[in-house]
């Protein structure tokens, strides 16, 4: 059957015109309809603005799709209450002319709206998923500790702890991964800028930093399943992070780089540079 399909867009600047597709609407007068949007929208916030302030309406056209295919005409608003139509979609594009605009209407033979949108969705939205923080740490630490594992010979004495726990005075951090000998000699935290609570990554970050500073004046001690282990006041100290894939959580990153710079003797890399960390380690070999 002959199917209509639109792909609703993001547009954080009219004039320049750079747009990210957002979702995806498919559906045939008098007949079923389907929309699908985007689950991230760090994607198209690089564009500029804040993309996820679209997603309430977009959940208002995927619940129009919806109660369109079953009949169901009651409460519907997109500032109309219609069904969904062809007649609507181009009033609706007339209308929307700034951060949301529908793309032009074009033909698609399926089955059904929902298999239109199955057949075209990957093809026409990028939708990667959010990288969570805890995802990035544990890529971090395998590959980092690959690295040194391949690079360490056996008689150098030095070895790798995944996650240590560091106890400063009353107060603990953990880390995610720790080069040890006698001592401590390197420890590493990762950080990912790509997730929701930018708020509350700011502040863990300032509660890191703020420890990592007592660090330095007063020493520490890493507790692990092997026992506890000298961390000294002048351990080199290392991050590496994910950089922000949305323009709005760039002041994230700058804040975090303040309160980075306060800790002396602090070195950070972006992830793509992570293997400069190994290099670092390295280094304490021939000191």
Do not use: C
């Not at 609407?25 to 804040?50: E, Q």
């Not at 799709?65 to 009033?91: F, K, M, N, P």
């Not at 540079?273 to 070999?285: F, P």
């Amino acid at each position: 059957m002959l199917y209509t399909y639109w792909t609703v867009r993001y547009v954080p600047d009219p004039v320049r015109q750079e747009f990210a597709n957002i979702g995806l609407l498919v559906g045939r007068d008098g007949a079923d309809w389907a929309f699908r949007g985007v689950a991230s929208f760090g994607r198209a916030s690089s564009l500029g603005g804040d993309a996820a302030a679209t997603k309430a309406w977009l959940d208002r056209l995927a619940t129009m799709a919806r109660r369109t295919t079953v009949q169901t005409t009651a409460e519907l608003s997109l500032d109309l209450d219609e069904t969904l139509s062809h007649g609507l979609i181009s009033r609706l594009s007339g209308r929307l002319n700034n951060v949301v605009q529908f793309a032009p209407a074009r033909p698609i033979l399926v089955d059904s709206a929902e298999h239109g949108v199955e057949r075209l969705f990957d093809e026409l939205v990028k939708d990667p998923p959010p990288v969570q923080r805890d995802h990035f740490r544990s890529q971090v630490r395998r590959q980092l500790e690959e690295s040194f594992k391949s690079a360490l010979k056996p008689e150098s004495g030095f070895s790798i702890t995944r996650r240590p726990k560091v106890n400063i005075g009353r107060s603990n951090q953990r880390a995610d991964l720790a080069l040890t000998n006698e001592r401590v000699e390197q420890l590493t935290s990762a950080w990912s800028f790509n997730v929701r609570d930018t708020e509350k990554l700011q502040n863990d970050i300032r509660s890191w930093a703020f420890l990592m500073n007592r660090l330095r004046s007063h020493g520490g001690r890493l507790v692990s399943d092997q026992g506890g282990t000298e961390v000294p006041a002048d351990v080199q100290l290392r991050i590496v992070y994910e950089r922000p894939t949305s323009k709005g959580r760039l002041p994230a990153l700058d804040i975090a780089r303040e309160a980075w710079a306060t800790v002396d003797g602090l070195e950070y890399y972006e992830a793509a540079h992570a293997d400069r960390i190994v290099r670092d380690g390295l280094s304490l070999l021939a000191s």
